[in-house]
């Protein structure tokens, strides 16, 4: 049984509160646990410095922070993201592009920050899954007669800890997890990207196998608690 009596394919409880702040376009509290992250989207209307002036598309930018208070002991306050904040606010871009057509977005920039207010693991994945919702919300504002996000897209860790595949890991799971592995899926069903790492021995084709098929029926889930707040999302094939 694990610590907070979940089932080895069970998420942890999630709660979604958007429009959370009244300053940017979207926001979202979200929370799976006791893991706490703050989304916002903010409209630029501009492409940034690196893109040529005359680009037809647009661009989404992510920037990821755990608070100090966060975690215990307290994590240090940086000007600049650090190798594993730069690595993981590349992750969040990344699989919000994979969902957008850019060129349909226009010359402009969503900027998208994913702020960790309490830390129990799943801290990268949270932070798609809510700043999915958050830039929904902000493209909404802009009235587009044709939408241009194509599809949905969340994200989940899953594992073997104690040599059992495991959904939704939380820190105390994380942190003695033989293999840990983020899964980031679309509505449709496409994988934008799946991080996997065996920590203490080499896993298995068909350890590998189980833990895809656990991985997308928690980003299912995931998807559902969407609708439920009223972000029109795809259903997974």
Not at 72 to 101: C, F, H, M, Y
């Amino acid at each position: 049984m694990r610590s907070d009596h979940r089932e080895n394919d069970e998420l942890r409880a999630i709660t979604i509160r958007r429009q959370f702040i009244e300053t940017t376009s979207g926001s979202v509290l979200i929370s799976a646990g006791k893991t706490l992250v703050l989304c916002s989207a903010s409209i630029a209307e501009e492409l940034p410095k690196w893109m040529p002036k005359d680009s037809p598309r647009g661009w989404i930018t992510a920037e990821y922070r755990m608070l100090p208070g966060s975690t215990n002991p307290r994590t240090p306050r940086n000007d600049k993201p650090d190798g594993r904040a730069s690595e993981i606010q590349r992750l969040i871009g990344r699989s919000l592009r994979s969902v957008v057509d850019l060129e349909k977005l226009g010359q402009r920039t969503i900027y998208l920050d994913c702020d960790v207010l309490q830390a129990d693991g799943g801290t990268r994945t949270l932070s798609i899954t809510g700043a999915f919702i958050a830039m929904c919300d902000a493209i909404d504002s802009l009235g587009f007669a044709e939408s241009p996000i194509k599809d949905s897209v969340a994200a989940v860790s899953v594992g073997i800890v104690g040599g059992m595949p495991m959904l939704d890991l939380s820190y105390s799971e994380d942190s003695k997890a033989e293999v840990d592995m983020n899964i980031v899926m679309t509505g449709a069903g496409r994988f934008v990207e799946i991080q996997g790492t065996g920590e203490e021995y080499a896993f298995s084709e068909e350890e590998l196998n189980q833990l895809l098929t656990l991985g997308k029926r928690g980003i299912c889930k995931l998807l559902e608690e969407g609708r439920g707040v009223g972000i029109s999302m795809n259903q997974t094939r």
